[in-house]
């Protein structure tokens, strides 16, 4: 296991200490000496890594910790038929959703 492994579950555990505690997050990383920026920012980067996205050929996989998912348009019948019916759905969260048509 890794130090950034290491680093990142003793995040998470200190995340689900604060989620049981009656503290606001404020309060509990004071109690425990912590920066307040850096535990929004492992609460962000650990939940965004635990969200599952689609992966190729539509298949659900555990997102590895980036935002991206890669497209081959290569793998298209041909190139006309990427022209003319290239879209992209991005689901944002909340109720909102980008839609990008090309054609």
């Known amino acids: 296991m890794s130090a950034a492994d290491d680093r990142a579950e003793g995040w998470q555990r200190l995340l689900r200490e604060q989620e049981e505690s009656p503290l606001s997050v404020r309060q509990f990383c004071a109690g ?3 920066s307040l920026p850096q535990f ?4 962000r ?8 996205v ?11 910790g980036t935002a991206f998912v890669e497209l081959d348009l290569r793998q298209a019948r041909s190139p006309k038929s990427i ?3 290239l879209e ?3 689901d944002l969260g909340a109720g909102c959703t980008l839609t990008i048509r090309r054609g």
């Open 40 to 43: 929004y920012y492992w609460r």
């Open 83 to 85: 022209a003319a019916a």
């Open 54 to 64: 689609a992966g190729p050929e539509g298949a659900l996989c555990k997102d590895p």
């Open 88 to 90: 992209i759905c991005l």
């Open 45 to 52: 980067r650990l939940r965004t890594s635990e969200q599952t």
């Open 32 to 34: 425990k000496g912590l």
